[in-house]
């Protein structure tokens, strides 16, 4: 079965660099959930979309944004980045609308500010 | 309002039984429970929606209390490959398309 697609799978930038993730959900999926997770934390909701409209934000810093495309494909922008950003970024797609079911996590982008 | 999770870690025998409890204050819409393995993602367990609902994922299974304010998971004759943090996520009334906040987790390790 299709998973969620994630890249890159490892990005090291320099501070103040910016840094683009890409998420693609599973098909037919119509919400998609960004989560940050850092060393030995639990994850943290970021911001979410569903049908391609941003539905709910989290703890996402006013450096970062994100958007979701036509093909349902999402990308998280981060600028100005800072040592602090280093953490695992999950994206997670589920289907929400008639009955609700687990969100489905990919693989993650480990990022390393430095 | 970060859901509590307990006990915050835990170590088997290959066999043993374990339960992991997650509790709210407040009465949530949704309790979904995640294994997380050291690097990986998060997979999903299950989803629990109704209050006195249980659910079973062969020797892993679920339950979320009449009020809704808590679910625990249990784990029977557990395996080595059940090792790995378990977290629970919750979804409160009136948020948006399934936003969850996690628990802390619960580090399960189990030996030979």
């Known amino acids: 079965a299709a998973g969620v697609i994630q890249s890159p799978r490892h990005l090291i930038k320099e501070k103040r660099e910016t840094a683009t993730l890409k998420c693609y959900p599973i098909?037919?999926?119509?919400?998609v959930y960004w989560y940050q997770q850092g060393p030995g934390q639990d994850p943290q909701f970021l911001i979410s979309?569903?049908?391609?409209?941003?539905?709910d934000k989290g703890s996402i810093p006013d450096r970062f944004s994100a958007q979701q495309f036509s093909d349902y494909h999402s990308e998280l922008n981060m600028s100005s980045l800072e040592l602090g950003d280093s953490a695992l970024y999950f994206c997670?797609?589920?289907?929400?609308?008639?009955?609700?079911?687990?969100?489905?996590f990919g693989p993650g982008t480990r990022l390393t500010v430095t | 309002q970060q859901p509590v999770q307990s006990p915050q870690a835990v170590i088997l025998r290959e066999g043993e039984d374990a339960v992991i409890n997650c509790s709210s204050s407040k009465a949530l819409y949704s309790v979904h429970w995640y294994r997380q393995k050291h690097g990986e993602a998060p997979v999903f367990l299950m989803i629990l929606l109704k209050g006195g609902e249980q659910k079973g994922h062969e020797k892993i299974s679920a339950s979320f209390n009449e009020k809704k304010q808590q679910s625990s998971l249990y784990l029977t004759a557990s395996q080595l490959s059940y090792s790995g943090t378990y977290f629970c996520?919750?979804?409160?009334?009136?948020?948006?398309?399934?936003?969850?906040?996690f628990g802390k987790g619960t580090k399960l390790s189990v030996k030979p």
């Open positions: 997670a797609s589920s289907k929400t609308s008639g009955s609700r079911l687990g969100q489905y």
């Open positions: 979309f569903y049908e391609k409209m941003q539905s």
């Open positions: 996520g919750t979804e409160k009334y009136g948020g948006s398309q399934g936003n969850l906040i």
């Open positions: 098909p037919r999926h119509d919400t």
